[in-house]
Structure formats: C-alpha cells, structure tokens
C-alpha cells in the first residue's frame, strides 16, 4: 500500500492519515504545561519513539536536550520529547548549519480551548514550533489527527510524506507509552 506516500488527498491535498482515541487524550496530557519527567521516563519515551528508526540505521546518535528544571533534580517537559523525536527524525543538523537552513517553523491553534486548563493554560491554546523545537501549546488532534495546517501537516510540507508516516507512527508509540 506505501502508506508512508499517501499522507493527503491527491485530488485536494487535504491529510487522509492521523491518530486517534488515546493517542489523541495522551499527547494532550504529555505536552500539558504542568508535565514533567525525570531522566528515565524522558530517555524512555524518545528511545521509544526512535527505536525503529534506530533499527532501520535511519538515525545514528540520538540528539537529546536538556533538562527544563535542573534543580533539586533534571526534569524535562513532554514537550522536549515531541521536539527530541522532531530534531532526530530530520537527523540534518550538519546539513542545516552549513547551508543555514531552519527546520520547521509553525504556529496553530488547538481545538482545545486554553480556558479549560485553568490558571495555568493560558497560552496553552497557541501552538508554537520554531527550528523543529515545541516552544508552546498543547497538542491534540489539531496537530496530530488527520486536520489541515497541523504539525503533522506542516511536518508533511516541509519534509516529504516518508519523513511524516515517521514521525506519525513514533508519536503513535510515545503517547501509547506514556498513557
């Protein structure tokens, strides 16, 4: 079937793959502002979501981040493991600097309003990626479902529809994991 090359729509170009159910309510809660995680849960997620990758020799080292709190001990941000798959996925860096290219830039709105998260939401619903890193917002199926101008869309644009059935299926196994 080549699924990886039948992302959109020949006919509109609108997105015909995407995740559903859990996968949808577990990337809500892993890129929530109030999601931490320690070195383990953060290196267990990304090896997850690049284990096939690794395997298929498609990714070399893993590029990791690092941590958003240091003190009293490293924590990283659900938001670090989405964008540690991006910048592993592309696997360009050199590439990027000699030819100073940036990765993917976009910003969106999810469908779920920012008011719902409380005090804390309040740039929740604004999504933001600049240079393949998750600055802002929280994912939902806006980003990731089969819906227009989303992160996988986006993802989709800039790098080719192999590059998108990738990252699909490692966010597929990352929110399966956290959930």
Known sequence: MATHKQYCVPTSGKPIRGLIQDSVISGVFM???????????????????????????????????????????PMWTGKQVISTLLKNIV???????????????????????????????KEEGDVLFRDNEHLRGTLDKSAYGASDFGLVHAFYEVYGSEKAGELLTSLARVFVSFL
């Open 31 to 73: 890129t929530s502002k109030d999601t931490f995680l320690n070195k383990d849960q953060y290196n267990q997620l990304v090896y997850i979501g690049l284990r096939e990758l690794i395997e298929m020799n498609k990714i070399g080292k893993i590029v990791t981040l690092p941590p958003t709190i240091f003190k009293p001990k």
């Open 91 to 121: 696997n360009k860096e050199e590439e990027y600097k000699k030819n100073k290219l940036t990765g993917l830039n976009v910003s969106f709105r999810s469908k779920l309003n920012a008011k719902l998260w409380g005090p804390i939401g």
